[in-house]
């Protein structure tokens, strides 16, 4: 994805970490969370002028979790998406407008304001919408994962799943599953030190990084904060899924700077841990880089609030959906149709159609 | 015609089928080498291989998330419940997950959960469920309940084939028990009711294994006309077809080998009420289990679920008000 | 008020950043509140100028409550207000939705009341014109039963066709056995006597001069004639009257076909009357007779006829009729006929020249003649029309000629 900004004069050798990243890919990590940044401040404004319904989620902090695996995924692979990953539908293909529409509920919105917030998924670009049973997601994404391996397609199914949510059941069902059957999924596993009030000393004895190998696949760690970092595990996670070494677990550590929800105060965080991790900020992190490369980030800052502004604008403009389609599609009376291809920006994937 | 039992049928069904569809695929526990716990699955492995007939780790949960996960990127994932007991521990993803999908995301689950279903051999609380009204009640959710051996063939066509959820009850306690002519081949059944005998001074209606029951308690009742509606499919209820049994015939009975608060018959019970109520002659009688957990000991077990005897006693005093 | 949270109700206002006239920017922070979940900032939704502040500091808002107005045509600098903020305008107008109607029943109309038919019995006779307590029930407790009512409508179809189904008809028959009242028992002879002697009553001398003159100035014959009652019959018994109103009725249309009958004589001076002046009398009891009259009677109907002998009945019992109301009768009605007398020779009311007696309504078997001519015997209510008329002033052609006019009016009753 070209952007226009000129390089500057000051052009930094790329760091060996971020050798299969080209310039522009890097450049476009930092929009995508950007983007989910700014579509969150924005509809966190509108959710106080009572023009979002409901509960309002956001990932604030946690942008390189979603942007970063999300960018290693090739357009015929398949995510499951949870509420703090919104760059996620962002790299996949979904449009601000679009979104913004969701939150409020409106007819044009992913789900036609059948479900709220994140609980969405366009189904066309390869995305499965959540539940609010967070750790059901997991057990999906190894489904899609069986079927790959079942037709012998070189595909790979990934999904994130919170701290929290590897308490549940299902967390187990579906790390013993994907190992037994040693499948190509990969469970991004986004640990921000809280579950909504409940910090990680409640919630497990043993990390669960730690436990990936007693499922028999390997538990890889990294900083949740450093986008490129985090996409790189991914990749590599990639690689060995598509060449049929199985599954991985990518715990990315990083910290959920807000709330659970908005009207969540999060008074239970000690402040000292968020200014800790307001220094690791990952937008922040990622400008600097970019800036020693000579990008004006500045302007792609201005340029992505422009566009999130005019997003915003086009979503209040559509209409709430009409009350009386309220009882149709609860069941699909003709073919079913299968999860559509996403986009995928990444250069790697660029002799792939990339409209 | 070839003449085969009832498990014989589903067994027919799903090898046909597996045959025409290569997407169709069966996963379970005990399926694959072993045949099944009721050796439903007999066989297919060998013809299919393991990964078409897959034995699963013991998790049900798993078993039905992984099958809307194989579904919605195309294929035909037929799950088997070992017991229909143990879809509560699958209970969130069939209803939160496969159930919802397509209403909220316009993404289409075609799975079929197979349920053998019923009681009637001391399998217990937990071996002896009918659990088709927790379905019924969850949006996006077909639910089938054949009684025949020709219609548990086709309606697990019609099941594979239909682009929704949809639990298969298949009755444990008929597996052996009917036989019947099926068709050779590929048919579809459809999710409709069937009039299993007709009549005109009363009719009963029911599904599953209690069709049998009623046919039985029916067939020679003091002379009267009995009629016999087999339900078939619970979701889409075949409201036409109960209406108009109700027209012809004014006196009803419905029965229920499940628990009777909120079972299929009180849904039905419900709609005859409303929409029947001018062709009454007499109150709408259901015969149902008590909401008792199934017990094991036969005694006891003979006492819960209904018997022929009840059905009769049910006819005659509606018979006679 | 926003809604911070799903189960957030209501908030309470903190501090507001703005006053009133203030300006505020979009998105610039414009009142503090605080919630059961969290305390914030509303951000304002426009630019505009602050015209209004609705909610206090420490005031608590339900979530959709009105905070502020902001005027949104204002211009920076410029004072004037206009429009509403924060969801809820000023006008909104009052929801104009028509109560839900009642979920119907599919077929449409209600059953009708019995309580003790089921709904397809009730569906059924209701369709067929059948009347459900002619119908034995099989069922339970002797419920109809659908069965029972079908099995009736085949036995209906099976039975030759009769004509209209006939009501149940007026019976007072004579002859029928005396189930109800026993005469007052006789008076105690007076101790000692054994006979009771009194003087006739101002009353009775009354009548009895009455009575005698009229015998012996009026030449007195009766016809008899018979009317069949049974055209009358259905309508008396919806509106539950007497006959006394329909034949009333029937009486003035034939004194209008034949003016004659309603005449006063006075010597040898006979006075045809335009109008008809009905007299009809009324029993006293034992006290005596009065002969109240309705003046211009043709011009009511037999009902507006029924009421107003009705109140003049009354108000003879209560011996309250004035003057006017017991003179200028052209022609007088008696109607003993309720106690069972058969035929009777009334005494003409002077100066009028005749008085038609109503006897009692009897059913009996008649013969009735079909339009081809047949013969069959049919059970009728049949009544004797008893005329006494004054052979001064006509003559029995006359007198039969009225009484076959009345009759056929009678019988004719309710064609058009």
């Given at each position: ?27 476009a ?10 579509i ?23 942008e390189?979790?979603?942007?970063g ?10 995510l499951?998406?949870?509420?703090r ?6 790299v ?5 407008t ?35 049973m ?7 994404a190894t ?9 012998g ?7 994130w ?5 590897t ?11 994907a190992?037994v ?15 909504y ?7 497990f ?6 436990r ?11 900083d949740?904060n450093?986008?490129?970092a ?9 690689e ?5 070494g ?8 990083t ?5 659970h ?16 991790w307001r ?9 600097r ?8 980030v ?5 340029e ?7 997003a ?10 009409d ?13 079913a ?5 996403g ?13 | ?13 799903l ?11 069966v ?8 045949g099944g ?7 297919l ?10 034995d699963?780790?013991?998790?049900e ?23 229909a007991?143990?879809?509560s521990?699958?209970f ?18 075609p799975?079929t ?16 469920q ?30 594979i084939?239909?682009?929704n ?27 409709s009711a069937?009039v299993?005998r ?18 039985e308690?029916?067939?020679?009742l003091?002379?009267a006309?009995?009629?016999v ?12 077809a109960i ?22 018959g ?9 929409r ?13 289990t ?11 077990e ?20 | ?20 006239g ?11 509140i ?13 630019s ?5 502040i ?14 502020a107005r902001?005027?949104?045509d ?16 000023g ?5 104009s ?10 077929r449409?109309?209600t ?11 009730q ?14 029930g099989t069922g339970?407790?002797?419920r109809v039963?659908k ?13 030759p ?7 149940p ?17 006789a ?7 054994g ?8 009353m009775?001398?009354s ?28 309508e008396?018994?919806?509106?539950g ?5 329909f034949?009333?009725?029937?009486v003035?249309?034939?004194l ?24 009809i009398a ?9 002969v ?12 507006g ?17 004035s ?5 200028g009768?052209t ?9 069972g ?5 009334p005494?003409?009311?002077q100066p009028q020249?005749a008085?038609?007696?109503l ?5 009996r ?11 069959s015997l ?25 009484l076959?006019?009345?009759?056929r ?8």
């Amino acid at each position: 994805m070209a952007t226009d900004l000129t390089l500057g004069p000051h052009k930094a050798a790329i760091p060996p970490d971020a050798e299969h990243l080209e310039r522009d890919d890097r450049v476009a990590l930092l929009r995508y969370m950007l983007l989910m940044r700014m579509i969150e401040e924005r509809a966190m404004k509108l959710y106080r002028q009572g023009r979002v319904p409901g509960s309002f989620y956001d990932g604030f902090g946690q942008e390189a979790v979603s942007a970063g695996p999300a960018f290693a995924m090739g357009p015929e692979d398949r995510l499951c998406i949870l509420h703090r990953d919104l760059a996620a539908h962002l790299v996949r293909g979904v449009s601000p407008t679009r979104i913004l529409a969701q939150y409020m509920g409106r007819s044009g919105g992913p789900t036609e304001g059948r479900d709220g917030n994140v609980h969405f998924g366009d189904r066309s670009l390869g995305c499965v919408g959540m539940v609010s049973m967070l750790p059901d997601m997991m057990l999906v994404a190894t489904g899609m994962a069986m079927a790959f391996r079942l037709r012998g397609e070189a595909r790979c199914a990934l999904t994130w799943v919170g701290d929290g949510a590897t308490s549940r059941g299902d967390f187990h069902e579906a790390m013993n599953w994907a190992g037994v059957q040693q499948l190509p999924v990969i469970f991004v596993l986004e640990n921000n030190q809280y579950a909504y009030s409940t910090p990680l000393s409640l919630q497990f004895a043993v990390d669960p990084v730690e436990r990936a190998r007693s499922y028999g696949f390997p538990g890889v760690r990294v900083d949740g904060n450093d986008v490129e970092a985090v996409f790189e595990a991914t990749r590599q996670a990639r690689e060995r899924a598509l060449a049929g070494g199985g599954a991985t677990l990518i715990e990315a550590i990083t910290m959920r700077m807000h709330g659970h929800a908005a009207h969540d105060d999060m008074r239970y965080v000690p402040d000292e841990l968020l200014a800790r991790w307001r220094e690791r900020d990952p937008i922040e992190r990622q400008e600097r880089k970019l800036v020693a490369l000579g990008v004006d980030v500045e302007a792609l800052s201005a340029e992505v609030l422009k566009e999130v502004d005019a997003a915003a604008e086009a979503a209040l403009a559509m209409p709430m959906p009409d009350v009386a389609t309220v009882a149709s599609g609860v069941f699909c009376d003709g073919e079913a149709e299968a999860l559509g291809d996403g986009k995928a920006p990444w250069s790697r994937f660029r002799q792939v159609s990339n409209a | 015609m070839p003449e085969m039992t009832y498990l014989q049928a589903i067994s027919d069904a799903l090898r046909e089928e597996m045959r025409a569809d290569e997407r169709v695929f069966v996963m379970g526990e005990d399926v694959g080498a072993f045949g099944g716990a009721f050796k439903v699955t007999d066989g297919l492995q060998d013809e299919f291989g393991s990964d078409r007939v897959m034995d699963t780790p013991l998790a049900e949960s798993a078993i039905l998330g992984t099958a809307v996960g194989a579904a919605v990127v195309g294929l035909r994932p037929v799950c088997e419940m070992q017991f229909a007991d143990f879809i509560s521990c699958g209970f969130d993803q069939l209803v939160n997950v496969a159930g919802k999908m397509h209403y909220r995301q316009g993404l289409a689950v075609p799975i079929t959960v197979r349920l053998p279903s019923g009681g009637g051999f001391s399998g217990g609380p937990f071996h002896s469920q009918n659990p088709e009204a927790w379905f019924m009640h969850s949006p996006g959710i077909k639910v089938l309940a054949p009684s025949t051996a020709e219609d548990a063939k086709g309606l697990l066509i019609s099941a594979i084939r239909d682009p929704n959820p949809v639990c298969f009850c298949e009755h444990k306690h008929l597996y052996r028990r009917v036989k019947g002519e099926v068709p050779e081949g590929l048919y579809e059944t459809p999710m409709s009711a069937r009039v299993a005998r007709p009549g005109s001074d009363l009719v009963v209606i029911a599904y599953g294994a209690m069709v049998w029951s009623a046919l039985e308690a029916t067939e020679d009742l003091d002379g009267a006309s009995i009629e016999v509606l087999d339900l078939r499919s619970l979701v889409p209820l075949d409201e036409a077809a109960i209406l108009d049994s109700v027209a012809r015939c004014s006196k009803v009975v419905v029965v229920d080998e499940a628990n009777a608060t909120c079972a299929a018959g009180a849904q039905v019970a419900a709609l005859i009420a409303q929409r029947g109520f001018e062709d009454l002659d007499g109150p709408v009688v259901r015969v149902a289990t008590p909401d008792v957990p199934i017990p094991f000991s036969p005694p006891l077990e003979r006492a819960v679920l209904p018997q022929v005897d009840d059905i009769k006693e049910a006819c005659r005093e509606l018979l006679a008000y | 008020m926003p809604q911070m949270g799903v189960s957030v109700a209501e908030g309470t206002v903190v501090a507001w950043h703005k006053r009133v006239g203030d300006w505020v920017n979009a998105d610039e922070p414009l009142v503090e509140i605080s919630t059961d979940k969290v305390d914030t900032e509303v951000p304002s939704p426009a630019s505009g100028r602050v015209l209004e502040i609705l909610a206090d500091v420490e005031q608590t808002v339900a979530v959709g409550g009105l905070l502020a107005r902001i005027g949104t045509d204002a211009v920076a600098g410029d004072p004037h207000p206009d429009e509403h903020l924060n969801g809820d305008s000023g006008d909104a107008s009052p929801p104009s939705t028509q109560p839900e109607p009642a979920p119907s029943g599919q077929r449409g109309e209600t059953a009708k009341a019995h309580s003790h038919h089921s709904p397809v019995v009730q569906r059924i006779a209701r369709k067929e014109g059948i009347d459900l307590d002619r119908v034995s029930g099989t069922g339970r407790g002797g419920r109809v039963r659908k069965q029972d009512v079908l099995a009736f409508i085949e036995q209906r179809s099976a039975e030759p066709s009769n004509g209209s189904s006939q009501a149940p008809l007026h019976s007072d028959s004579p002859y029928r056995e005396d189930t109800g009242e026993r005469p007052a028992p006789a008076q105690p002879p007076v101790a000692g006597s054994g006979e009771q002697v009194e003087r006739l009553s101002r009353m009775r001398r009354s009548i009895a001069e009455h009575m005698l003159h009229s015998l012996q100035v009026a030449a007195h014959c009766t016809s008899v004639s018979e009317a069949d009652m049974s055209a009358i019959e259905t309508e008396r018994e919806l509106l539950g009257l007497s006959y006394l109103p329909f034949i009333a009725r029937c009486v003035i249309d034939a004194l209008q076909a034949h003016p004659s009958l309603n005449a006063t004589l006075d010597g040898e001076q006979l006075t045809r009357h335009r109008d008809v002046n009905l007299g009809i009398a009324v029993s006293l009891g034992e006290d005596g007779l009065i002969v109240p009259v309705i003046h211009r009677a043709q011009e009511l109907s037999h009902q507006g006829l029924a009421t107003r002998i009705g109140e003049l009945a009354e108000r003879a019992r209560s011996g309250r009729l004035s003057p006017d109301e017991v003179h200028g009768g052209t022609f007088t009605i008696t109607n003993p006929g309720s106690f069972g007398t058969l035929m009777s020779t009334p005494i003409i009311n002077q100066p009028q020249v005749a008085i038609l007696d109503l006897e009692a309504v009897v059913k009996r078997p008649v013969v009735v003649t079909d339009g081809a001519g047949r013969d069959s015997l049919a059970i009728r209510p049949m009544s004797y029309l008893c005329l006494s008329w004054d052979h001064r002033a006509l003559d029995g052609a006359l007198a039969a000629q009225f009484l076959g006019t009345l009759r056929r009016r009678i019988e004719r009753w309710g064609d058009v």
